[in-house]
């Protein structure tokens, strides 16, 4: 069964950078697409970044493109989210999550499981 733990996050300041790691355990990630995800307090949980299963694919959300960055390591069993320019409005919980057997990456999708626990990120001078 696959286990996902998310980690990196922390307090920034506005302007500053983050990278997220969400590693696997339990299972090989090669097979699977991963998504991280956020929610802020009082929001609704939302998309941010999706890296198919090959890495050949990726989809941001509108208010992360230019400055976030999803990748991967299948070697390290463990998907990436490089954070720049971070903003107070950046500030959540963020998750990854995971879906098998597929190389395409649409964030909308209902087929994500296997959530992490979350990593807090803070942004705030």
């Known amino acids: 069964q696959l286990q996902l733990v998310e980690s990196g996050g922390g307090l920034v300041q506005p302007g500053g950078s983050l990278r997220l790691s969400c590693a696997a355990s339990g299972i090989t990630l090669d097979y699977y697409a991963i998504g991280w995800f956020r929610q802020a307090p009082g929001k609704e949980r939302e998309g941010v970044s999706c890296i198919s299963m090959s890495g050949g694919s990726t989809n941001y959300a509108d208010f992360v493109r230019g400055r976030f960055t999803i990748s991967r390591d299948n070697a390290k069993n463990t998907a990436y989210l490089q954070m720049n320019s971070l903003k107070a409005e950046d500030t959540a919980v963020y998750y990854c999550?995971?879906?098998?057997?597929?190389?395409?990456?649409?964030?909308?999708?209902?087929?994500?499981?296997?959530w992490g626990q979350g990593t807090q990120v803070t942004v705030s001078s």
């Open positions: 999550a995971a879906i098998p057997f597929t190389d395409s990456c649409v964030l909308s999708s209902p087929d994500f499981g296997s």
